[in-house]
């Protein structure tokens, strides 16, 4: 069945219903039956603490599942946006990771690595694809970027391999590009230049986003709407600022409680939540969340419980909505 905010969005690029990731023969359920869309030009934001599955959601929609592991249930589709290239028209999906230095291969050049993706996406060689590097570095911010080909990842700061990480992706001319905590292992100033980076990006291509992130306040300032995860499942959903103002769901309360912040008016120390995230291999009965949670009743340990509207394109999956 369709959720409301998922009958909206007609011109969907990315579909995904009902994913399960497992490791074949085990029956814990690394991601267990979440379902969500993407249209072009917009941003999802996943949400939630390690563990829970953001990566592996992306790294299934990227086709890129560490060889352990597999999707054994639902289906990813990818609408035909007519930007391939040759007789294939598939969307290219690109994806930029957590830690750009130690995902850089040390033994070659920015440039080689740049020309030989513009080479396998784009058919550039040559003095065309030198040329065409050049101008991707300078779009990311890189400057004298022609002796910049020449240099090794090890060469750069944190922030400059990810912006040859995200040149890189943009080599791809991606309909979709994946950011999976993109700017975690980067200092504050870094950061926000890596987020309007991928702002003006997303503006300029009209590509759509999925980006990571267990920071709320990157997924406020990136996202539309965005999807709280918790032991592999969607527990739930909103338009962004619905979600930050109005979170109903007892998880993405106590994660928005958790955020520090700086204004001198709110004193308040950031709580932490209760508890910890259990292990796969022995989730408790009912809803995942029950043993941390303060508004759990005994229904919440007998099912795990389905979603409910609480407000428009609002979901969450809970016997025991906050109300606003
Ligand atoms: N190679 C692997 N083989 C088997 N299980 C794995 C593998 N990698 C991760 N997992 C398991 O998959 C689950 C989800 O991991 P995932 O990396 O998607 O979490 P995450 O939400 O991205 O966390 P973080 O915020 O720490 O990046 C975890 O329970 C983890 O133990
Ligand atoms: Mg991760």
Redesign the pocket.
Known sequence: MRRPWEEQQLSDLLTVRDLVVQ?PGRAAK?IDGISFSLAAGQTLGLV??????????CYAIAKAL?R??AQTGGTITLANDGRGSGKRKDPTIAMIF?DPTSSLNPVHTIGYYLESSLSRHQGLRGNDARLEAMRLLERVGIDQAKSRLRSYPHQFSGGMNQRVMIAHALAAKPALLIA??PTTALDVTTQAQILHLLEELRAETGMALLI?S?DLGVIARLADRAAV?YC?KIVETAPVVDLLERAAHPYARALIDCMPTIDPDDLEPPVPIPGSVPL?ENLPAGCYYHPRCPRASARCTASFPGPASVGPLHEAWCYHPVSA
């Open positions: 490791v690394i939630g603490e390690s563990g829970c599955g953001k990566s592996m959601t560490p352990a592991v957590q999976d905590e990571v267990h995860m592999g796969l």
